[in-house]
C-alpha cells in the first residue's frame, strides 16, 4: 500500500545514502494512518513520510522536505482523493498558524483518532492487551473552550501585531480571532495592540533583546465573567502606566485584574519572576462543579473548564470513595484534583514541586472550607517514599504528572504501599502506557481508560485511568 510510481524525476541525489527518494522529489502517496502528532502517514517503498494536513484513506501528491535515515517529512501539494472526514477549517489562518493541527478533520474524526492513539500507545509500548478504552468524551461545543491565552507581541509597519507562533518558527502570525480562545482573551490583545501602540510602547524583539513589551496573557473566569490580564515586559519600567491599565479596564468589561510580569532573560520562556499587580485584584476566581478556585497570574489552572469537570468527575468516580479513606495526590499543582477528592475522602493529602502552587492550594482549600486536605512542597518522586518510610500509607493514590510521566521511584512505591485503586490522570499517552506495564508489572491490572479530549482540534488527548491490585 502506498508504493506508487514517481510524479517527477529526482532533482537531487539523496542526501541520505540508500533512499528511494530525494529531498523536493515530488511523489504521490496513499496516506494510511496519522501520527501522534495528527500529521499523515504514508509510505513510498517501504519509506515512511510524515505529511502535516494530510488524512487516513486519502490519495495525495506532496513534496519532500526533509529526509532522515528512517523517515521523513513532505509538504501536501494536492488532495487527489480526500477522506470522507475531511472538512474546511473555520479559522482563516489555520494553515499558517502553529495553534491547531487538526481542524481540517471533522470533530467525530478527531474523537476517534484521539481514542486509536490510546489504544495504539497501550498495546505498543505498554503491551496491555485487551482493557477497554472508552470512546473519547468530546464537547458539544468544541470552540472557544479555552480560559487562558499566552499571546508573543510583535511589529509590523510600525504597528503592533499579536498572534500565535507559525509551525516550527517564531514568525508571529497577527490575527483579530482564535476560535479555540475565549472571545474576551481576543478583545483583550485587541485593546491591547491599540492602547499600547497609541502610547509608543514597542515590542520585545527576540534578536535584538530591544523593545518592551514581551507577551500579553488572558485568564478569563468561565463561572464568574472575571478576566485578568498580564503583562509581561522585558524591564520594570511601563510607561504611561496609569493611563494604559485605566483605559484597558474601561474598554473591557469584566476585567479584574491588570498584572505586569517582568522578564528580560534571553529565554523562550514566558514568565519572569517578578509579578506585581497594576489595577484591580491579585487574584480572579473560577468554579469547577462546585469547588471555586483563586487564580493568580501564575497559578496552574487547566484550560478548558468545562472538560475539567468531566476529567476530574472520572477521576472521582474512579477513586469510588466512601468516607473513610486517605488519598495521596502527587503532582497535586493548586489543589484542582485534590479539593474534588476532599469532598469525598477522609483526607487528602497532596504534593507539588513549585511553592507557588502549594500556596494557592492551601488558599484554595480555605476558599471551599476544606480542612481535610493537608498540601505539602517537594517532588512526588521523594516526598511519597519518604511518607511511606515514616509509616504513612494510602487507600487511594492519584496521579496527574507531566508529559514525562511519573518518576519510576515513585511507582516502586505505589507498589510497595499497596494502596487499593490508583487512578492515574495523564496528558501523554506514550508515557501513560508505559507507566502502566510498571504498576501492572508490580501486581495492578488496568480495568480501563477514558480519554477525554480536553484541547478539541489540537493532537493532544488527556486520559484517566483505573488500577486495582490484582487480588482484589
Excluded at 480555605?366 to 518510610?389: C, H, K
Aim: with cysteine.
Amino acid at each position: 500500500m502506498g508504493n506508487t510510481s514517481r510524479r517527477k524525476k529526482r532533482i537531487a541525489a539523496p542526501a541520505v545514502p540508500n533512499l528511494p527518494l530525494a529531498k523536493n522529489e515530488t511523489v504521490e502517496l496513499t496516506i494510511e494512518d496519522l501520527s501522534h502528532e495528527g500529521n499523515g502517514v504514508g509510505r513510498y517503498e517501504g519509506y515512511t513520510l510524515f505529511v502535516p494536513g494530510a488524512l487516513p484513506g486519502e490519495r495525495i501528491v506532496a513534496k519532500t522536505t526533509k529526509l532522515k535515515k528512517q523517515f521523513g517529512y513532505a509538504r501536501l501539494i494536492e488532495i487527489v482523493d480526500a477522506a470522507a472526514n475531511r472538512t474546511e477549517p473555520l479559522c482563516p489562518v489555520y494553515r499558517r498558524c502553529g495553534g491547531c493541527t487538526l481542524q481540517h478533520m471533522d470533530y467525530e474524526g478527531q474523537l476517534a483518532f484521539k481514542r486509536k492513539l490510546v489504544e495504539d500507545n497501550l498495546r505498543r509500548i505498554g503491551k496491555i492487551e485487551g482493557v477497554p478504552v472508552h470512546p473519547t468524551l468530546g464537547m458539544k461545543e468544541p470552540w472557544r473552550y479555552r480560559n487562558k491565552a499566552q499571546v508573543p507581541i510583535g511589529e509590523e509597519e510600525g504597528g503592533l501585531i499579536g498572534g500565535f507562533y507559525a509551525q516550527r518558527s517564531h514568525e508571529i502570525i497577527d490575527m483579530e480571532a482564535c476560535l479555540i480562545q475565549h472571545e474576551k482573551s481576543d478583545e483583550v490583545v485587541a485593546r491591547v495592540k491599540e492602547i499600547a501602540g497609541k502610547y509608543g510602547i514597542r515590542a520585545y524583539n527576540e534578536e535584538t533583546q530591544h523593545g518592551l513589551l514581551r507577551h500579553v496573557v488572558t485568564k478569563v473566569g468561565f463561572a464568574t465573567g472575571q478576566v485578568m490580564i498580564v503583562l509581561v515586559t522585558n524591564g520594570d519600567k511601563l510607561p504611561h502606566k496609569e493611563a494604559l491599565t485605566q483605559e484597558l479596564a474601561q474598554a473591557i468589561p469584566g476585567v479584574a485584574s491588570i498584572v505586569q510580569n517582568i522578564n528580560t532573560k534571553k529565554t523562550n520562556v514566558i514568565f519572569g519572576d517578578t509579578t506585581r499587580v497594576l489595577w484591580g485584584e491579585e487574584y480572579i476566581y473560577d468554579t469547577i462543579g462546585e469547588v471555586k478556585f483563586a487564580i493568580s497570574a501564575r497559578s496552574f489552572y487547566q484550560v478548558n473548564p468545562v472538560q475539567t469537570e468531566r476529567l476530574y468527575g472520572k477521576a472521582l468516580e474512579y477513586a469510588a470513595l466512601m468516607g473513610d479513606e486517605n488519598v495521596i495526590d502527587a503532582y497535586c499543582g493548586i489543589g484542582t484534583i485534590s479539593l474534588f477528592l476532599a469532598q469525598k475522602a477522609k483526607h487528602v493529602f497532596g504534593v507539588e514541586i513549585v511553592p507557588d502552587a502549594i500556596e494557592d492550594a492551601k488558599r484554595n482549600a480555605r476558599l471551599n472550607s476544606m480542612d481535610n486536605v493537608t498540601f505539602a512542597v517537594g517532588e512526588a518522586e521523594t516526598a511519597i517514599p519518604q511518607w511511606y518510610e515514616e509509616g504513612s500509607n494510602a487507600d487511594v493514590i492519584v496521579v496527574d504528572p507531566p508529559r514525562k510521566g511519573c518518576d519510576e521511584r515513585l511507582l516502586d512505591t505505589i507498589v510497595a504501599m499497596k494502596p487499593e485503586r490508583v487512578v492515574y490522570v495523564s496528558c501523554n499517552p506514550a508515557t501513560l502506557a508505559r507507566d502502566l506495564r510498571i504498576l501492572e508489572d508490580g501486581g495492578y491490572r488496568t480495568i480501563e481508560v477514558q480519554p477525554v479530549d480536553m484541547f478539541p482540534h489540537t493532537n493532544h488527548v488527556e486520559c484517566c485511568s483505573l488500577l486495582v491490585r490484582n487480588e482484589n
